[in-house]
């Protein structure tokens, strides 16, 4: 059974930091792109935030992100990572890691809320 379990979200301040990560059982992690995805307060859409190839040798970031994020992986943990740095109010969301970018498959999600 596939489990993506996603930790590392809490309430920051604007400016602040925060290291997301997910752990991934059930699957052959290390063959799969990787996805962050978040849903705003009061909004059924998920956005995608950003994507890895399995490797981890190349990324993708939307582009309001203006470079403050950072995806990462470890396939020997299996274990997937989302640095976010300068965070502001409108990042406010629960953010899911997902093995595809519809986020049909993801884990239950990690509250990020960035206020003053």
């Known amino acids: 059974e596939i489990h993506l379990v996603e930790s590392g979200g809490d309430l920051v301040q604007p400016g602040g930091s925060l290291t997301l990560s997910c752990a991934a059982s059930?699957?052959?992690?290390?063959?799969?792109?990787m996805f962050w995805l978040r849903q705003a307060p009061g909004r059924k859409r998920l956005e995608w935030v950003s994507?890895?190839?399995?490797?981890?040798?190349?990324?993708n970031y939307a582009d309001f992100l203006k470079g403050r994020f950072t995806i990462s992986r470890d396939n020997i943990k299996n274990m997937l990572y989302l640095q976010l740095n300068n965070l502001q109010t409108d990042d406010t969301g629960m953010y899911y890691c997902?093995?595809?970018?519809?986020?049909?498959?993801r884990g239950q999600g990690t509250q990020v809320t960035v206020s003053p």
């Open positions: 997902a093995r595809e970018i519809g986020g049909t498959i």
């Open positions: 059930g699957f052959a992690f290390e063959l799969y792109d």
């Open positions: 994507d890895i190839t399995p490797d981890g040798r190349r990324t």
